[in-house]
């Protein structure tokens, strides 16, 4: 596996070895003691969630308050425009993003640790989307900062699709009044 660094310098995008010929392909999506020595984290997995959205859904910015959740998140079918948010108010990158196509194609996947918003806008037809926690779901503890806060100065590619919201991303927090880590 590869690891390719982004401007955040906690979140990773990792790029697996994949074993392809005419028949298919094959490669590693996870493994723990190469995780660790890649990311040079330990954490724990807890949680398996695999979502599917249409075209044009945008979820997030997603993240969980006392219960923070590192996530470990990829596309097995379709593509879509992930993003993670510094929300620790004592780091130097707060309010900071980055973005990174995910696709059944490309089979990248993205380390979001704790601390992060996380969110993503589907770009085609529809998208099957995994991801591994590091924490349990805890809906009391669910916050949101809303998609398109100016502070944050996201760029989705809403060029390509207009997004589909729901009623708790559209009712998002500005990260100005949003509550955040320290």
């Not at 310098?9 to 392909?25: C, H, K, M, Y």
Request: glycine residues 8%.
């Amino acid at each position: 596996m590869k690891v390719i660094p982004t401007d955040l310098p906690e979140v990773l995008i990792l790029e697996p070895r994949v074993f392809g010929d005419a028949r298919g392909f094959f490669f590693e999506s996870f493994n723990q003691r190469n995780f660790e020595e890649l990311t040079g984290t330990k954490y724990n997995f807890v949680q398996d969630n695999h979502s599917r959205s249409a075209k044009g859904v945008l979820r997030g910015l997603h993240y969980q308050l006392k219960q923070p959740q590192g996530k470990l998140v990829r596309v097995v079918r379709g593509c879509v425009y992930d993003v993670a948010v510094d929300l620790r108010k004592s780091s130097p990158n707060f309010g900071k993003w980055v973005g990174v196509e995910l696709s059944e194609t490309n089979q990248r996947q993205l380390w979001v640790p704790p601390g992060f918003g996380h969110g993503f806008l589907v770009t085609s037809d529809s998208a099957d989307f995994l991801y591994k926690t590091t924490d349990y779901y805890a809906p009391e503890q669910e916050r949101c900062v809303i998609w398109n806060d100016p502070q944050i100065g996201l760029r989705w590619p809403t060029d390509v699709v207009q997004p589909l919201l729901s009623e708790k991303d559209r009712n998002g927090a500005l990260l100005a009044f949003a509550e955040v880590y320290e």
